[in-house]
């Protein structure tokens, strides 16, 4: 007997290690789920996974709008998620990718029919003042105008994201902190438990029209208390190397002299920025009465832990 529940759902971004995991859960939950993916010799690699998961698989630019209608056409598409954001962050990637990907992928939705769009947001895009915020918030004001019902999910920090130091202190270097490790805090996901939270807004009605939040289990975590349960991992006594977040902001200045007159600069200018962002700013709900992060209003799903997955890396390493 066919799953009632069962939906025709479009994914843009499955190549990502998020968007992999999203295919996944959908395909668990029963779901018929056909993947676009760039044309590329990573996406092809992709591909071979995706299909072996049991998902559907076609190759698009997400700029030609043509080959996008031929796309939903052939998926009778009900429900389109959106997994895809720009990797550098760079202003002319985030508009790209952050808003004009996905504004391209909107109209071919509402052109076929679809009744349903999920997009992968960004927590940080609370306070926002980079470029890819600001292109991530440009498209989530035009899809609040869309007649499809709208989920747009924030999730907190990723696993990934939280993992750049394992290496690092495998070898005996201090753990990286800014100021005293104690500026920011984040309640990191998996990418499996967020996977699975992307899959249930495909069903769940509660999950519809609304903007998601999303972090896993707590409590939350600062930077010096990763480094902390890093070192003590690797059977090391915990040591650090305070870095100031101020250098970005220098470096980001200087190097926007040279904006006007090159793209070069203008990049690297916007990398400092971020990085300066990411030194100083919490990955939380940003209380709006109060103007702080708050680790109590910040929601939380899923099994994962940052411990059990620092384990399995310094695991493989030996």
């Not at 990286?176 to 805090?185: N, P, Q, R, V, W």
């Not at 996977?195 to 609304?210: E, I, S």
């Amino acid at each position: 007997m066919a799953d009632s529940s069962a939906r025709r759902v479009l994914l843009a971004g499955a190549s990502g290690t998020i968007g992999r995991a999203a295919a996944r859960a959908l395909v668990d939950a029963g779901h018929h789920v056909t993947c676009v993916l760039r044309e590329s010799a990573s996406a092809r690699e992709a591909a071979m996974a995706l299909e072996g998961d049991g998902c559907a698989v076609h190759f698009a630019d997400l700029g030609d709008t043509a080959a996008l209608a031929e796309r939903f056409a052939g998926s009778e598409a009900q429900v389109v998620m959106s997994c895809i954001a720009s990797r550098s962050g760079s202003p002319r990637d985030s508009k790209r990718v952050d808003h004009d990907a996905n504004l391209a992928l909107l109209e071919a939705a509402e052109a076929a029919g679809a009744d349903h769009f999920i997009l992968l947001s960004a927590i940080c895009v609370q306070r926002p003042k980079l470029a890819f915020q600001h292109e991530k918030l440009r498209f989530e004001a035009r899809l609040k105008q869309s007649p499809l019902a709208q989920t747009i999910v924030r999730p907190t920090a990723f696993f990934k994201s939280l993992s750049g130091q394992v290496e690092r202190v495998r070898a005996g270097k201090p753990f990286l902190i800014f100021g005293d490790g104690e500026l920011t805090a984040c309640k990191p996901i998996s990418d499996r438990d967020l996977g699975r939270f992307l899959a249930l807004c495909v069903t769940d009605p509660n999950k519809r029209d609304a903007i998601l939040p999303i972090g896993g289990p707590g409590p939350a975590i600062s930077l010096k208390e990763q480094g902390t349960m890093l070192c003590e991992l690797a059977g090391r006594e915990p040591a650090f190397k305070s870095v100031p977040p101020r250098m970005f902001t220098l470096a980001s200045r200087v190097l926007g002299l040279g904006a006007p007159f090159a793209e070069w600069f203008a990049e690297k200018s916007e990398y400092a920025r971020i990085a300066h962002y990411y030194a100083t700013e919490s990955m939380l709900v940003l209380d709006p009465d109060s103007g702080e992060y708050s680790d109590r209003a910040t929601p939380e799903f899923g099994e994962d832990t940052l411990r059990a997955h620092y384990e399995r890396l310094l695991a493989q390493g030996r």
